[in-house]
T-cell receptor, first 114, second 116 residues
Framework: AQSVTQPDIHITVSEGASLELRCNYSYGATPYLFWYVQSPGQGLQLLLK??????LVQGIKGFEAEFKRSQSSFNLRKPSVHWSDAAEYFCAVALGAGSYQLTFGKGTKLSVIP | NAGVTQTPKFQVLKTGQSMTLQCAQD?????MSWYRQDPGMGLRLIHY???????DQGEVPNGYNVSRSTTEDFPLRLLSAAPSQTSVYFCASSRLAGQSSYNEQFFGPGTRLTVL
């Protein structure tokens, strides 16, 4: 069965600093990859997704992620963090076209120091 | 267009009580699903449906029932609540896509359930 690992439970960064959140997946083929953000007390919002093609994908709110097949990774990055980015971030995978079941990582909570 | 709506937002039950969590979407999405979110566990799939009259189990289905009589609604039933079902429950929906594509899933705001 596929699995998703987010090694960092909690990350704290200063406002204006760069950010990288790690995500590794375990699956025989290339799955569909997603990053979601959850603000406190809110539902999940899709930041970006990777299906195929260019391995660097751009998302909303200035986020980007890079798919590295050799490392089975899909790390999320942002060059300059804003206080409003404080939230919990989830990496997720779907097995591929026609499969809608998402497997989520356990999440990384981001705190931002003003 | 309200998207995915869930009611109630909060609920407290006693062990053994039953209740139904409501989920509705107005986007004519064929696919709907229920997840539970527990601290340090991420989201785990409970049940899902690819259309009216069709449901299937996800990763953690025990203790939950679902039905899909209409495209719009996908209620989640707890027949006899247990403290282990204390969690935040999210409903999601999406269009079904072809075999070479994928459609984004939209999530509701969640229902926070406490079982005493």
């Amino acid at each position: 069965a596929q699995s998703v690992t987010q090694p960092d439970i909690h990350i704290t960064v200063s406002e204006g600093a760069s950010l990288e959140l790690r995500c590794n997946y375990s699956y025989g083929a290339t799955p569909y990859l997603f990053w979601y953000v959850q603000s406190p007390g809110q539902g999940l919002q899709l930041l970006l997704k990777y299906f195929s093609g260019d391995t660097l994908v751009q998302g909303i709110k200035g986020f980007e992620a890079e798919f590295k097949r050799s490392q089975s990774s899909f790390n999320l990055r942002k060059p300059s963090v804003h206080w409003s980015d404080a939230a919990e971030y989830f990496c997720a995978v779907a097995l591929g076209a026609g499969s809608y079941q998402l497997t989520f990582g356990k999440g990384t909570k981001l705190s931002v120091i003003p | 267009n309200a998207g995915v709506t869930q009611t109630p937002k909060f609920q407290v039950l006693k062990t053994g009580q039953s209740m139904t969590l409501q989920c509705a979407q107005d986007m004519n999405h064929e696919y709907m699903s229920w997840y539970r979110q527990d601290p340090g566990m991420g989201l785990r799939l409970i049940h899902y449906s690819v259309g009216a009259g069709i449901t299937d189990q996800g990763e953690v289905p025990n203790g939950y029932n679902v039905s899909r009589s209409t495209t719009e609604d996908f209620p989640l039933r707890l027949l006899s609540a247990a403290p282990s079902q204390t969690s935040v429950y999210f409903c999601a929906s999406s269009r079904l896509a072809g075999q070479s594509s994928y459609n984004e899933q939209f999530f509701g705001p969640g229902t926070r359930l406490t079982v005493l």
